[in-house]
């Protein structure tokens, strides 16, 4: 069974703090990796690429470990606008945008 | 980037009925994918629909349940035939334009 499994949380941070996610996957043979934000009641938009390297972009740092099946999303100085649930997804086959599979998503709360 | 708009954004509506959502996106694109996200869940592919062709369906999900039109580049329908309260769900169409784009969904709960 393919699967991406990420800790559902509610992660409840002050502001400023800064906050971690972890997601693992399966499918050995998946090919990229993302992660999405969604805010309640909206549509999943990207956040960002995780590229093998790892990757940042501004307060976000993306990492991906291949050996061990690990993806990890980094947040510092959390805002309040942070706040949403914030999806691992996982491409299983190069350029077929179909074959995404998400994870649950890990909510995140920033609080005052 | 690509702005997609969705009919209807949310319905309530009896068991075995139907309802037929409508997806627009605002440029021509080769797939569109239709997703489903239970209350609690993580978005599940139901199918990708190709213009001039027949939907490409996921495991567990059948064309009889979920009929998909698709009559040109832009626009795309999914059906949800027969309905019963576990349809009850956000159902979301997507495309891909660099990166995947998710329409706003359309809330559903069956009674």
């Known amino acids: 069974r393919k699967e991406v499994e990420q800790d559902p949380g509610p992660f409840n941070v002050p502001e400023g703090a800064t906050v971690a996610f972890n997601c693992t996957y399966s499918?050995?043979?998946?090919?990229?990796f993302f992660w999405y934000r969604q805010d309640c009641r909206k549509e999943p938009k990207l956040l960002m690429s995780?590229?093998?390297s790892g990757n940042e972009d501004g307060r976000f740092t993306a990492q991906l470990n291949r050996a061990s099946q690990y993806i990890s999303l980094l947040i510092r100085d959390s805002k309040l606008s942070d706040s949403a649930t914030y999806l691992c997804?996982?491409?299983?086959?190069?350029?077929?945008?179909?074959?995404?599979?998400f994870g649950k998503g890990t909510k995140l709360s920033v609080k005052p | 980037s690509a702005v997609i708009s969705q009919k209807p954004s949310r319905d309530i509506c009896q068991r075995g009925t139907s309802l037929t959502i409508q997806c627009q996106v605002d440029?021509?694109?080769?797939?569109m994918f239709w997703y489903r996200q239970q209350p609690g869940q993580s978005l599940t592919l139901i199918a990708t629909?190709?213009?001039?062709?027949?939907?490409?369906?996921e495991s567990g999900f059948v064309i009889d349940k979920f009929p998909i039109s698709r009559p040109n580049l832009t626009f795309s329908t999914l059906t949800v035939s027969n309905m019963s309260p576990e349809d009850s769900s956000i159902y979301l169409c997507s495309v891909e334009v660099g990166t995947q784009y998710f329409g706003p969904g359309t809330r559903l709960l069956v009674l």
């Open positions: 629909a190709n213009q001039g062709s027949e939907a490409t369906y």
């Open positions: 997804v996982v491409n299983e086959m190069g350029g077929s945008q179909g074959n995404l599979i």
């Open positions: 995780v590229y093998s």
């Open positions: 499918n050995s043979a998946s090919q990229s």
């Open positions: 440029s021509q694109v080769t797939m």
